[in-house]
């Protein structure tokens, strides 16, 4: 019965007529919004939550009726593993929300064999906003990594707001004494002013009334639109970082931009080179801010990134 859910629930998220047991969701063509979607619907049917993590470990229905007939809470993890094998370093990467799980593992993947890499995402809620909430998220990152490469040279990675946590990591790692190899941040905005967090939540409220009658609306726009109003570890790495300038970083900095960026407007990307006391290195890929770490765009990300890996000692 269980099942026979799942696969309806693929085949609607899809809009396909069926899908069989062991179809991988991506081969079928899903991604991370159509995952969005996938995921609202079995959480409404059954009243589990699946999280992103969980699902890529098994993205067929058959895999997702198996995690949901456990009965039993699976905190979501820290660091979550996308590629474990390889001689580099690994490369820790920050997700802006859950879903850009999805995108990374793509990035991963084109990074080619050799390469391990993992995600670190919010675990789950524990009521903390702000300073205290950042305070945990950077203590559970670090402790999550550290678990897979105890001592540096570490290369880390942040997406979007995470760039700005994947800083805060950076920071914290380097007052402990350990050297940080290489950090790049993914298209992220120098700063999130109290206002701003204002409008943002006042934008989602807006949005998630508007949306609720018609929670799958067709174009892009509109879709990216539902994905950061019901991304809860967007929500939180948002208020996180809310009115706290990230910290003066004295390491080797590479920010990668799209040709579509906000940061392209004003002063903004000069910003970062006041805030990098070490060497800022700027590349312009092609893309905008959702798809660029994503086929097609993904594979000249992935080249940069790949060039700052080879940077460290293999691993034993």
């Not at 991506?26 to 159509?34: A, M, Q, T």
């Not at 290489?182 to 109290?194: E, G, K, M, R, V």
């Not at 639109?225 to 996180?240: E, I, L, P, T, Y």
Request: net charge neutral; with cysteine; charged share 20%.
């Amino acid at each position: 019965m269980m099942e026979r859910a799942a696969q309806d629930a693929f085949a609607a998220a899809l809009q396909l007529e069926s899908v069989a047991l062991d179809a991988n969701f991506f081969e079928l063509g899903g991604d991370s919004l159509s995952l969005l979607q996938l995921l609202d619907q079995l959480e409404a049917a059954w009243g589990v939550t699946l999280t992103h993590s969980s699902f890529l470990e098994d993205p067929t229905p058959r895999g997702v009726a198996r995690r949901l007939s456990g009965v039993e809470h699976v905190d979501r993890p820290a660091v979550f593993p996308l590629i474990t094998r390889g001689k580099t370093a690994p490369l820790f990467m920050v997700v802006a929300g859950y879903g850009d799980l999805i995108s990374f593992k793509s990035l991963a993947d084109s990074l080619g064999p050799g390469h391990p890499v993992y995600a670190c995402q919010p675990p789950d809620d524990t009521g903390q906003s702000g300073r205290a909430l950042l305070d945990f998220l950077v203590a559970s990152y670090i402790r999550g990594i550290q678990g897979v490469q105890p001592v540096g040279p570490y290369h880390l990675c942040g997406y979007s707001v995470g760039g700005l946590v994947a800083l805060e990591v950076a920071a914290e790692l380097r007052a402990r004494g350990h050297e940080i190899a290489s950090l790049t941040l993914l298209d992220t905005w120098p700063w999130i002013s109290a206002s701003e967090y204002a409008g943002v939540q006042l934008s989602r409220w807006i949005f998630h009334l508007a949306l609720e009658d018609h929670p799958w609306v067709a174009g892009r726009v509109a879709r990216v639109v539902q994905f950061v109003v019901r991304d809860r570890g967007f929500d939180r790495h948002v208020s996180a970082v809310r009115g706290k300038p990230p910290p003066q970083y004295r390491g080797p900095l590479t920010l990668i931009m799209p040709r579509l960026s906000l940061l392209r407007i004003g002063p903004w990307s000069q910003v970062w080179r006041w805030r990098a006391r070490g060497r800022l290195t700027l590349h312009r890929v092609a893309g905008d801010h959702e798809n660029f770490i994503r086929p097609p765009h993904v594979a000249e990300v992935a080249s940069i990134l790949r060039r700052a890996l080879l940077t460290s000692t293999p691993r034993a």
